[in-house]
């Protein structure tokens, strides 16, 4: 057997080829965390497209104007199920008049139930939010004296992921706070897209640098303008 | 001085040298101001930074690094980015040595709400339900009234953020404890007296004989 190293380069997709395979309705696990480390050219070209309907699955729906909230202002997004919405008066609005459903999750138990549903556990068991509004409807579990809420594992149709690089073979390596949800979304998404600043040959990258692995990335976006 | 002021200045004694803390957004964040220059401690942001820094020099900022508000920081030599598994996990499990958040009701349990009012205000828990289970110790840091109603309450109107007691709580008026047998006070704020803080306060306060007067350096 030879060994030959020749896992298959990606082809670079245009970005609104890419919104364009996204269904009216889809789950979509955006990264992000108040629109830093948000794939912004994919949500414009969602936004262009203007097909809605979302489930978003994110850290928050940042402010008008910026990231997620694009999608919102839009009236892409049926429903969101993140863990803040506190900067976004109009995700507030749209709560209160119906027109979309939030589901609020405590941030660290989101990002484990994204991390269950991509990594093929059940769930998770977590003491965050006994005792509080997140605990109704939730089984518990006492493990050695400690109550914990059973949490569910989330999974969506597409992870949009935003990376500071990628190389051909789609091996993504991030930027500071830019991390946040997108090295875990991407082990969740039926199909990932992957949103680099740029993209540097293959080798650039140094194995040890790259937190999300190729393989798990099915369309790489081509560099931006 | 006013009242943020001194609540952040007393808030800084609490954190000693080689911590491992987490300021929440506001009048918490204030606290990193009052560091003496001896303590050298790491602040992580949940969004992904253990050794915060301060805010860079105008044009100089980069916009994927920012602190849990959002607004642009820099990392301190030593620094480490991480993704918000290890972020939350670090918080979780036990290796985060102290938060300090602002609150919008404390009781006579110790327990914390400060997340939502009902019907008024829904910004969502963020990160503060896993901040408060999960953290070594919880500080409140919060102005003592609200527009003159109490804060300190009996038990908890709003919905809770944890079913945990916290650890200790911080005003202008007063730094009180919450214990087995209910919310000890203390010290008292500069120039503020017991009975005062008693008529601000809703829940009871256990008064022992040794009440200072809130060191404010």
Redesign the interface.
Known sequence: MTCTGDAPMKTATKVAEAAEMIPEGAVLLIGG?????TPERMIDALVARGVGGFTIVA??TA?PGHGIGKLVSAGLVAKAV??????NPET?QK?ISGEMEVD?V????L??RI?AGGVGLGGVL?????????EEGKQTVEIDGKTYLLEKPIRGDYALIAA?QADYKGNLE???????????MALAGATVIAEPHVIVPVGAIPPDAV?TPGVLVDHLLERGQ | MNAKEIIARRVALEISDGMLVNLGIGLPSMVANYLPDDVDVFFQAENGVIGLGARPPEGMEDPDLTDAGGGFVTAVPGAASIDSAMSFGLIRGGHLDMTVLGGLQVDARGYLANWMVPGKMVPGMGGAMDLVAGANRVIVAMVHSAKGAPKIVPECTLPLTAARRIDLIVTEMAVIEPTDAGLVLREVGPGVTVEQVRSATAADLIVESDVSEMPVP
């Not at chain 1, 965390?33 to 480390?37: I, K, P, R, Y």
């Not at chain 1, 977590?126 to 509080?132: K, Y």
């Open positions: 965390f108040m629109a830093v480390g850290n928050d402010m993140v863990s803040h919405i506190g900067l507030q709560m609020l405590p941030q660290g138990t990002v484990e991390r977590t003491a965050t939010g006994v005792g509080t509004p997140v500071r991030y930027a500071l706070t830019a991390h946040n949800f997108n090295p875990i937190k």
